[in-house]
């Protein structure tokens, strides 16, 4: 099932095993039918006890969020064992074991360790595989994984599409698997719902879908993900599909982005020398640090004036510790960061002052970068205010239009609150209130991740655009490859705190030398057809 | 888990050392106790005497030394002032010993007693009444608590929320007579509950007896407010609990509504209710003046304000000081029991 944001998937999903809250939710109309055991049933008008008999046993549901879909003060054995435990007469220890055999199947590291662990001590994908463990317990018919993907790593993403598949196969379970990347649907689905604003717009199977799609928006879908372009090129977006259709999309595809020269660049913007940045993570008595958690450790690199550089690498690999770094938002541990030549180490603080307004960040989640209090005119307005750059409240307000306008969006939006917008809009008032000081360098920490694939390209080009306005230069941190291989001049890759490959981007993606790059380019889902395509 | 709390009971002793400089300076830096202990009436004579007996007579920094040396549990005395001080505990050592005792808190200024044995016998009543008070609000705030989130926006809910700002902003001296008036003395006959009496009575025939049915009515006045907070902490907690992801995995293993509520999502919401318990606690330990003067209870908070009024400094500097330990011990508690709660507060 795919479909953008907001599309009512999930809502879908969650309906199956009626765990919208309701109130507020009302199921206005129609059924769903569950075949239980070749027993046809209506899931909106069993009782509540025969839905309970249904919920993890015969119907099991996989989340989107593993960091909070599992209970953090039970250990990860026991919420496990809780679920045999509910629909079985098994005694405790049979219901252990049968877990520790679980987290066996689900290719869980070092298993009888694993169910004594508490959710915060494992990774991402380690919690995913516990809620696949927990799902697959009571062998159900229909497994539902909603988006179980989407806040994994591609290398993680990759192995957890495989097992379910895997599972699939090997229980002959049906599996509803929601997404909002078409690519990775075509990766492990038979079938294909599309969705789009509450309604599907378009089913049939998978090859079929992908082949000649019919929708307008099935299209876009599969015409906006940025690994099918070359750099430079404009992404195509939803509405050059469902608005303005008479554009043919050939011309949208090669419509070519001018100003960017890669060309000399040799002006050094940052250098960075040697740095490390370590985090205590075990202390003794006296409070002396015995340990650190190496989240940067020795790298060395330089910024050219006027490009975009791409750092990529899966989560905790400290890249987004490296690009905070460098703004001064974490003091190095060692080594030094020099910005238009100068330390920042030695700066005095009137220095200090004067970089960070050359210096901004664009941050990942633009749900909690935006503070809710504040009408989002005054959020752009606000550095303009502290750097005493406009001091004229009326200039100023001038100022912030003609920013938000720069982001597309209009005066209007000036009075309003956070929570009036959407994920994408917000990610654009928070470029906008980046750009506000007109800064020469832009960090953008997994600016685009928390978006859909269609909202991402909206996002994109508008970087594009605005680098070209703007002439700032970026580092662009992700841990998307084909996102970065569009973006970027140059990628770094980081790994375990140390970068182990630098490169001009085509050179990266399409020759690879470490190993690591290598995993991470093929980890990318939907290759195979979107070569095809 | 040993380290940790062998750090924070070094802390614990630090905080203890900053009390007793405080507590020193205050009662004793400045002015002339031995005035005090005579009253207006003693000759010179008599004064030097007792200015001897309490080295009152000696620079304030030995007064401080002298002073340390008896409320630490490590100390040092001379053969002759362990017989005239009655100190016991393990002595090391011929003529000048190292002492490892119970803190020696002094006499008191006007009965002479020992002041740590007046708070001992003080203690057991303030702590039957603090835990039970403690129990009574934990219990009923928890439960009241989570039946207004589980029942949001429904009667239930705003009662429970109106019943608790009641609390809140009823005073305890004024619960204290309402509640003794009405259950002790009108309603006696069908309570069978007075309005007065401690934990202990004393019996011509038969002694020293426990009355534990006298611990009711102040405990429920002592309470009502503990209660009231942890009946709103409660409520707030498991709202933003109920909300999260892992309960609607819960829901989704299906689990019944109260093995949901109970098992999963009130251990989450303890957290800030611990802090605000032990908070009251330990403040309850430090004794309730009002609840125990109405109710005739005896305890450290009345014996405390009686001794202030009387200006009988020892006895005021012993009870601040195991207020403090009390409340240094029931944070120490406390942050044991927040890992215990959530493995993600474990800093041991």
Not at chain 1, 44 to 49: A, F, G, I, W
Not at chain 2, 212 to 236: C, D, E, K, V, Y
Request: with cysteine; charged share 20%; proline share 4%.
């Amino acid at each position: 099932m795919v479909g953008e944001s907001g599309s009512g998937k999930s809502v879908t999903a969650l309906a199956v095993l009626q765990l919208l809250p309701s109130p507020p939710a009302q199921y206005a109309s129609g059924e769903i039918i569950f075949s239980n055991k070749g027993k046809p049933c209506d899931l909106l008008t069993v009782s509540k006890d025969e839905l309970q008999q249904l919920r993890g046993n015969a119907i099991a549901m996989v989340f989107q969020e593993p960091m909070t879909s599992l209970n953090p003060v039970h250990s990860c054995g026991k919420q496990v064992a809780e679920a045999i435990l509910t629909h079985s007469d098994m005694s405790k220890e049979a219901a252990f074991k049968k877990t520790i055999t679980l987290f066996e199947d689900v290719k869980l590291p070092n298993p009888q360790k694993m169910f004594h662990k508490h959710p915060h001590e494992i990774s991402g994908g380690q919690k995913q595989r516990v809620m696949i463990a927990m799902a697959m317990s009571c062998n159900p018919q229909l497994l539902i994984c909603d988006e179980p993907t989407t806040a994994l790593d591609v290398t993680v993403q990759k192995n957890i599409l495989g097992l379910i598949r895997n599972l699939q196969q090997a229980h002959e379970m049906g599996v509803i698997f929601i997404s909002h990347d078409l690519a990775l649907v075509s990766e492990i689905a038979d079938k294909v719902v599309v969705m789009y604003k509450g309604q599907i717009v378009e089913q049939g199977t998978t090859t079929a879908v992908l082949a000649s799609p019919q929708h307008p928006y099935t299209k876009a879908l599969l015409a906006c993900r940025p690994a099918l372009h070359q750099k430079g090129q404009r992404l195509p977006v939803l509405s050059d599909f469902i608005n303005d259709t008479a554009r043919p999309m050939t011309t949208i595809v090669t419509e070519k982005q001018t100003g960017t020269d890669d060309n000399n660049r040799t002006e050094k913007i940052i250098s960075v020398n040697e740095l490390s940045v370590w985090y205590p993570s075990k202390k003794n008595l006296f409070g002396k640090t015995l340990d650190y958690q190496k989240a940067v450790n020795n790298v060395s690199f330089d910024i050219y004036k006027g490009e975009t550089l791409g750092l990529v690498g899966e989560s905790g690999c400290g890249k987004t510790t490296l690009g905070r770094t460098l703004l001064g938002l974490v003091p190095p541990t060692k080594g030094d960061i020099r910005f238009n030549g100068k330390n920042m180490a030695t700066a005095t603080r009137h220095e200090t002052i004067a970089m960070r307004r050359q210096m901004q960040i664009i941050f990942q989640d633009p749900y909690s970068s935006l503070n809710p209090n504040k009408k989002i005119g005054d959020a752009i307005a606000e550095p303009l205010k502290v750097h005493g750059i406009i001091s004229n409240a009326a200039q100023r307000r001038d100022k912030v239009v003609e920013l938000l306008e720069k982001v597309k969006l209009t005066a209007d939006h000036y009075h309003r609150y956070p929570h009036e917008f959407s994920g994408g809009q917000r990610q654009r008032i928070v470029i906008a209130r980046a750009l506000a000081l007109q800064p020469s360098f832009v960090v953008c920490d997994e600016s685009v991740s928390a978006l859909d694939v269609s909202v991402q390209a909206q996002v994109l080009n508008l970087l594009n655009d605005l680098k070209k306005d703007f002439q700032f230069t970026a580092l662009f941190i992700s841990h998307d490859l084909s996102v970065i291989r569009y973006i970027s001049d140059r990628i770094m890759v980081m790994h375990k705190g140390m970068i182990v490959e630098a490169g001009n981007s085509e050179d990266v993606y399409t020759h690879p030398k470490t190993a690591y790059t290598k995993e991470l380019i093929a980890a990318i889902p939907g290759k195979a057809f979107g070569s095809t395509l | 888990m040993l380290s940790f709390i062998t750090r924070k009971l070094l802390y614990g002793f630090l905080v203890l050392f900053g009390v007793v400089i405080l507590v020193f300076f205050l009662f004793q830096g400045f002015g002339d106790p031995a005035r005090l202990v005579i009253g207006q009436t003693g000759d010179s004579a008599t004064i030097q005497n007792i200015r001897k007996e309490l080295a009152l007579d000696q620079p304030k920094w030995k007064q401080f030394v002298l002073y340390l040396n008896d409320v630490s549990p490590i100390s040092f005395y001379s053969a002759d002032d362990i017989q005239a001080l009655g100190i016991e505990g393990l002595q090391i050592g011929s003529d000048s010993k190292l002492v490892i005792k119970f803190p020696y808190l002094r006499r008191s200024y006007q009965s002479r007693r020992a002041v740590s044995d007046i708070l001992l016998e003080a203690l057991p009543g303030t702590l039957t009444l603090a835990l039970s008070a403690m129990l009574f609000a934990t219990v009923i705030g928890v439960l009241l608590g989570v039946l207004a989130a589980v029942k949001q926006n429904t009667w239930m809910d705003s009662s429970a929320v109106f019943a608790s700002v009641l609390g809140i902003s009823a005073p305890s001296f004024f619960m204290g007579i309402v509640i003794a008036y009405l259950f002790g003395f009108v309603l006696s006959a069908y309570t069978g509950l007075h309005m007065t009496g401690s934990l202990f009575a004393y019996d011509a025939f038969e002694g020293r007896q426990l009355q534990l049915q006298n611990l009711i009515l102040p405990a429920i006045t002592l309470g009502i407010r503990p209660l009231a907070i942890i009946t709103q902490l409660t409520r707030s907690a498991m709202l933003d609990v109920l909300g999260q992801d892992y309960i609607r995995t819960a829901y989704a293993k299906g689990l019944r509504k109260s093995a949901v509520i109970f098992k999963h999502a009130l251990r989450n919401a303890l957290n800030p209710v611990v802090t605000a318990i032990t908070g009251w606690f330990a403040e309850l330990l430090a004794g309730a003046f009002f609840v125990e003067y109405i109710f005739g209870w005896k305890g450290i908070g009345k014996i405390t304000v009686d001794a202030l009024e009387r200006l009988d400094f020892p006895v005021v500097m012993g009870s601040v000081l195991l207020t403090a330990s009390f409340f240094v011990l029931v944070n120490l508690l406390a942050d044991v029991f927040y890992g215990i709660i959530d493995p993600r507060a474990r800093i041991f």
